[in-house]
């Protein structure tokens, strides 16, 4: 069976071509080929009727809009990764959901945190929000990037016991990159509880909260690590809000790992912690979606 492209989505906006060329370097890094996308949807209630021969339709400009974005993404996916295996192709139907279809047949969607353009703008909340949410396979948001390499891959773990699929990628893509990994657990409980917590547990001989998840953390992690040994793993353990703390990591660390489904209770809610690090992030966050 052939390997799944990494596919990027693109409108020819600066953040889609940017999100393109992390894409041709992510396919390096994976040996794995490059697809480039991009749609030419009407706006809503606007029909594709062909006439005679005369001026262009709002059709044919969309296409030719995104013919030139295809065109141009190719030329910098070719900057960024001369030996790469690039092609590219049209997407027919509303961007979101025919770049989120895509995605069965990808083995990593790629689209930039906004954009303009017949990509109905990529702006989160509309097309990355959608994809990063709905794709089957891992989706990154790319934001722009600082040319330094900080050689540190961070993912946030709310529930260890159901964080494997957001580890398995965050070990893979640390050794990948020839980078440490740091697991960011962000305990989040409202404040009139943590002391009838902290008193319940913290008695003799029995652990506090913080020890009991420090250990299942570090558990999770020593059985991740036996399988990449190449990969050095920390791990920080915080109070606070986990959206925040996730934002923070992004600034030093040159990506940022979450998972798509987390344990109720453990956080505010996945969806609220996705939705604020994808928004205020300052670099690269790939969604992963739970086995």
Request: glycine share 8%.
């Amino acid at each position: 069976m052939a390997a799944k492209p990494v596919i990027a989505g693109t409108d020819g906006s600066e953040e889609s071509l940017r999100a393109v060329e992390w894409a041709a370097r992510e396919a390096v890094l994976r040996g794995l080929p490059l697809r480039i996308l991009s749609a030419a949807a009407l706006p809503p209630r606007m029909m594709d009727r062909r006439a005679a021969p005369g001026p262009d339709t709002v059709s044919d400009t969309l296409q030719k809009d995104r013919d030139r974005a295809l065109a141009a993404a190719a030329e910098r996916a070719a900057a960024a990764a001369p030996d790469l295996a690039v092609d590219a192709g049209a997407l027919a139907g509303a961007p979101a959901t025919a770049l989120t279809e895509a995605g069965s047949a990808a083995s990593m969607l790629v689209v930039g945190a906004r954009g303009v353009g017949a990509f109905t703008a990529l702006i989160l909340g509309s097309v990355s929000q959608y994809v990063s949410t709905h794709a089957t396979c891992p989706v990154a948001v790319v934001r722009e990037e600082t040319t330094a390499a900080h050689r540190q891959v961070g993912v946030g773990i709310g529930d260890p016991a159901r964080s494997a699929a957001a580890l398995a990628f965050a070990f893979e893509e640390a050794s990948l990159r020839k980078a440490s990994l740091v697991a960011v657990h962000v305990w989040d409980m409202p404040r009139g509880q943590i002391g009838r917590a902290t008193w319940a547990l913290a008695t003799p001989g029995r652990p506090s909260l913080e020890e009991e998840a420090a250990r299942q953390l570090d558990s999770v992690l020593a059985d991740w690590q036996s399988k990449y040994p190449d990969v050095q793993v920390s791990h920080d353990f915080v109070q606070g809000h986990p959206g925040r703390a996730l934002v923070g990591l992004s600034a030093r660390a040159d990506l940022v790992v979450v998972g798509r489904h987390l344990a109720h209770g453990a956080l505010p809610g996945p969806g609220a912690v996705r939705h604020s690090v994808l928004h205020h992030a300052h670099g690269p966050v790939v969604t992963v979606p739970s086995s």
